[in-house]
């Protein structure tokens, strides 16, 4: 593994958060327009945003209950 490799979270794109989450891709999109979800813009149409691996896990981490 390269060094770029730990110093940059993967991006998934929001479908794949949508997947991987079990929900549809207009909640995630929702989630991303309060915030809840932090993006990377790699564009100007929201199909071109990205949500960083670590984000997607610290939105769980947050939710989850009964640690």
Known sequence: ???TATLVPRLLK???VAEIL???IDW?????RRGEIPVVELGDT?????VPETALAA???ERT???
């Open 46 to 50: 929201r199909k071109n945003q990205r």
């Open 65 to 67: 209950y009964g640690k």
């Open 22 to 24: 079990g929900v549809g």
């Open 59 to 61: 939105f769980i981490s």
């Open 1 to 3: 593994m390269s060094d």
């Open 28 to 32: 995630v999109y929702e989630r991303i």
């Open 14 to 16: 929001v479908a794949d």
